[in-house]
């Protein structure tokens, strides 16, 4: 099929993400992609001399890329603890979401409003809880404030066509 490509067939392609130069015979992404909407094209293609018709198919995988800042379900979380609290005790749980499909959220602790905070609590990287790393003290420190972050993995930071 070389200049005599007239269109795309039915299915597929409903939403025109991709379109056929008919004079090169070749698809192109007329659309933005976005694998977390679509991740999978099946397009039939036909092409045609005007009396004959020949029909193929083009499946088109859209690979996922990290396109998508991580949310967290929560802007503040507040916790009261008691200073006798031992060392190691979770205190709080912290949750965070990202759209991607193959996310690795990193969560660590950022900042605190007094810097000691820093050292007296702890967070799991993964799992975002937050424990307790020493015995707190009331008569020192009232209240922590602490800011965290959430750092999703660059698995690849280019989206990706996949023509099989
Ligand atoms: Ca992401
Ligand atoms: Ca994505």
Same mark, same amino acid.
């Given at each position: 099929?070389?200049?005599?490509?007239?269109?795309?067939?039915?299915?597929?392609?409903?939403?025109?993400?991709?379109?056929? &130069?008919?004079?090169?015979?070749?698809?192109?992404?007329?659309?933005?992609?976005?694998? &977390?909407?679509?991740?999978?094209?099946?397009?039939?293609?036909?092409?045609?001399?005007?009396?004959?018709?020949?029909?193929?198919?083009?499946?088109?995988?859209?690979?996922?890329?990290?396109?998508?800042?991580?949310?967290?379900? !929560?802007?503040?979380? &507040?916790?009261?603890?008691?200073?006798?609290?031992?060392?190691?005790?979770?205190?709080? !749980?912290?949750?965070?979401?990202?759209?991607? &499909?193959?996310?690795? $959220?990193?969560?660590?602790?950022?900042?605190?409003?007094?810097?000691?905070?820093?050292?007296?609590?702890?967070?799991?990287?993964?799992?975002?809880?937050?424990?307790?790393? !020493?015995?707190?003290?009331?008569?020192?420190?009232? !209240?922590?404030? $602490?800011?965290?972050?959430?750092?999703?993995?660059?698995?690849?930071?280019?989206?990706? $066509?996949?023509?099989?």
């Amino acid at each position: 099929m070389s200049s005599s490509v007239s269109s795309f067939g039915t299915g597929g392609n409903s939403d025109s993400v991709f379109e056929v &130069e008919r004079t090169a015979a070749t698809i192109i992404i007329a659309k933005h992609l976005d694998a &977390e909407q679509c991740s999978f094209y099946n397009l039939t293609v036909l092409a045609t001399d005007g009396t004959n018709t020949a029909y193929v198919q083009v499946y088109i995988t859209v690979l996922d890329s990290n396109d998508n800042d991580p949310i967290f379900s !929560q802007q503040v979380y &507040e916790v009261i603890i008691s200073e006798d609290t031992p060392p190691n005790t979770e205190v709080a !749980q912290i949750l965070a979401s990202d759209r991607d &499909e193959h996310h690795q $959220l990193t969560y660590s602790l950022h900042s605190s409003i007094d810097s000691r905070s820093m050292s007296l609590f702890h967070i799991h990287p993964t799992l975002g809880t937050i424990y307790t790393a !020493q015995r707190l003290d009331h008569e020192a420190c009232v !209240q922590h404030i $602490l800011t965290i972050i959430v750092s999703h993995a660059l698995f690849n930071n280019k989206p990706i $066509l996949c023509v099989k």
